[in-house]
């Protein structure tokens, strides 16, 4: 029979990262162009990769509008560490609502933060999590991931 494991397993050190890039692979900028492939192909965001050797964990994902946006929807995906434009590589894992927004100078924005279920997610070395909007907006979002390294 096999050994059961009823320790707790704590993230090594914490781990904070953000997509840097604008979803096109263009220069660091705000996730704006849409992509209504729900298969983890086309444009998408890498916003964490999953350390190479022990693996990571991700608590929480949140997403800021930048300014003025339409609303839209937010997805994420599991990629193995692998080309995103091959569908077998990825899973669409969640969605969540992205509310308009209108900028202000004396009003916050929408906060937007994905915490419940899948999260946590434990990612195997090497895997990544992808996100992309289902519309194309004017200002654009930030995503950033919250989560630690093994």
């Not at 692979?25 to 992509?35: P, S, V």
């Amino acid at each position: 029979m096999a050994a059961v494991n009823n320790l707790p397993i704590y993230s090594k050190v914490g781990v904070i990262t953000w997509g840097a890039a604008d979803g096109d692979g263009g220069a660091a900028g705000a996730l704006k162009t849409a992509n209504t492939a729900k298969d983890g192909t086309g444009t998408t965001l890498t916003v964490f990769t999953a350390d190479a050797t022990n693996g990571s964990r991700v608590d929480r994902i949140s997403i800021r509008a930048i300014g003025t946006n339409t609303a839209s929807v937010l997805r994420v995906f599991v990629n193995n560490g692998s080309t995103s434009a091959t569908v077998a590589n990825n899973t669409l894992v969640t969605e969540i609502t992205l509310p308009a927004t209108t900028l202000s100078e004396v009003a916050q924005l929408a906060d937007v933060t994905i915490s419940g279920t899948p999260f946590p997610i434990v990612l195997p070395p090497g895997y990544k999590l992808l996100v992309a909007i289902g519309t194309t907006i004017a200002a654009g979002v930030r995503v950033t991931a919250f989560g630690g390294n093994y």
